[in-house]
């Protein structure tokens, strides 16, 4: 028997709830349970203000958390209070087997700050929940980027460069992704031109051959100039990039893949994937229409993984 996939709801005020309501008939068509971490007084109300019929086989099961009134594109305690419930529950009923992976739709970090959530988002807080170093991973099949670091100030960044801990990033990043080949993003302009620039490439240096060292085919080159990593000639060879920082990575990633991209955790005794967007408050519950291909992409590498492990 096929385990479901546990789908945390994420800001209700946001346009997760109408994702995986209007694409839930065609998971369910390509043989894909999932199950969603709502209660029912909470679907029915989203549901009404979207104007959309609750599928009949639409599983839920209620978080820990209470209902509230939704106000759609608004921040709040209560909404943020729910989407970490939701979560939290999803993860839980993984952990546990119960389920084979957990799909996590778009919260607001504002909310969960408000909220007195002490996490900046799903990946910092898997990583308090099983003391682990998960690595996030996004993209799609075209292309894959790692972030050394993610959501902390740019200032803050060449601090965080250190060779042990860039090394072992390397390793567990080829390891977890599935990688044959890994760009190694510089990070000054023109990859520091030797010292003219900046001499942080020295340490990306030093971690890169140490990482290779431990794999028998090397596959880790750089620090590559950044501005040259993502050209139509480099994205022929690499498929895998690590970026050293959010931006560095990601404003490639979305100009080029955006609508079809995932996040994914790993290093991590779970699996999880989830969309790459945000909330998009601008639009929720106005009937604005909705790219769904993030989010079926997302549950779809769910599924594919969990199929493989059976």
């Given at each position: 028997?096929?385990?479901?996939?546990?789908?945390?709801?994420?800001?209700?005020?946001?346009?997760?709830?109408?994702?995986a309501?209007?694409?839930?008939?065609?998971?369910?068509?390509?043989?894909?349970?999932?199950?969603?971490?709502?209660?029912?007084?909470?679907?029915?109300?989203?549901?009404?203000?979207?104007?959309?019929?609750?599928?009949?086989?639409?599983?839920?099961?209620?978080?820990?958390?209470?209902?509230?009134?939704?106000?759609?594109?608004?921040?709040?305690?209560?909404?943020?209070?729910?989407?970490?419930?939701?979560?939290?529950t999803?993860?839980?009923?993984?952990?546990?087997?119960?389920?084979?992976?957990?799909?996590?739709?778009?919260?607001?970090?504002?909310?969960?700050?408000?909220?007195?959530?002490?996490?900046?988002?799903?990946?910092?807080?898997?990583?308090?929940?099983?003391?682990r170093?998960?690595?996030?991973?996004?993209?799609?099949?075209?292309?894959?980027?790692?972030?050394?670091?993610?959501?902390?100030?740019?200032?803050?960044?060449?601090?965080?460069?250190?060779?042990?801990?860039?090394?072992?990033f390397?390793?567990?990043?080829?390891?977890?992704?599935?990688?044959?080949?890994?760009?190694?993003?510089?990070?000054?302009?023109?990859?520091?031109?030797?010292?003219?620039?900046?001499?942080?490439?020295?340490?990306?240096?030093?971690?890169?051959?140490?990482?290779?060292?431990?794999?028998?085919?090397?596959?880790?080159?750089?620090?590559?100039?950044?501005?040259?990593?993502?050209?139509?000639?480099?994205?022929?060879?690499?498929?895998?990039?690590?970026?050293?920082?959010?931006?560095?990575?990601?404003?490639?990633?979305?100009?080029?893949?955006?609508?079809?991209?995932?996040?994914?955790s790993?290093?991590?005794?779970?699996?999880?994937?989830?969309?790459?967007?945000?909330?998009?408050?601008?639009?929720?519950?106005?009937?604005?229409?909705?790219?769904?291909?993030?989010?079926?992409?997302?549950?779809?590498?769910?599924a594919?993984?969990?199929?493989?492990?059976?």
């Amino acid at each position: 028997m096929t385990l479901p996939l546990a789908v945390s709801v994420g800001d209700l005020n946001g346009i997760g709830i109408e994702i995986a309501l209007r694409s839930h008939t065609l998971l369910c068509g390509r043989g894909i349970s999932p199950l969603y971490l709502i209660d029912r007084e909470m679907l029915e109300q989203a549901a009404d203000r979207l104007g959309l019929t609750i599928p009949e086989d639409f599983s839920i099961l209620s978080p820990d958390a209470a209902p509230f009134e939704i106000d759609p594109g608004r921040v709040s305690t209560e909404a943020g209070a729910y989407s970490f419930a939701s979560f939290k529950t999803g993860v839980e009923l993984t952990a546990s087997g119960e389920c084979a992976a957990i799909v996590t739709l778009p919260i607001h970090k504002k909310s969960w700050e408000l909220a007195g959530i002490v996490y900046k988002g799903h990946t910092d807080a898997l990583r308090d929940f099983f003391d682990r170093e998960a690595i996030m991973m996004l993209g799609c099949p075209e292309m894959y980027v790692g972030l050394y670091t993610e959501h902390i100030p740019l200032r803050q960044v060449p601090a965080a460069l250190e060779k042990e801990r860039l090394s072992r990033f390397l390793i567990d990043f080829y390891r977890q992704s599935g990688a044959e080949e890994v760009a190694v993003l510089g990070l000054n302009p023109h990859a520091g031109d030797h010292g003219v620039l900046g001499d942080e490439e020295s340490i990306i240096e030093q971690a890169i051959a140490q990482a290779n060292q431990f794999i028998q085919n090397h596959p880790f080159t750089g620090p590559l100039v950044p501005d040259i990593a993502f050209t139509p000639a480099m994205r022929r060879r690499f498929r895998h990039y690590v970026a050293l920082y959010h931006d560095q990575g990601l404003i490639p990633l979305k100009a080029l893949h955006f609508e079809e991209s995932i996040n994914v955790s790993l290093n991590l005794p779970i699996l999880r994937t989830s969309v790459d967007h945000g909330t998009a408050f601008d639009i929720a519950y106005r009937g604005a229409p909705l790219n769904l291909q993030s989010y079926l992409n997302a549950v779809e590498y769910a599924a594919v993984r969990n199929r493989r492990r059976g």
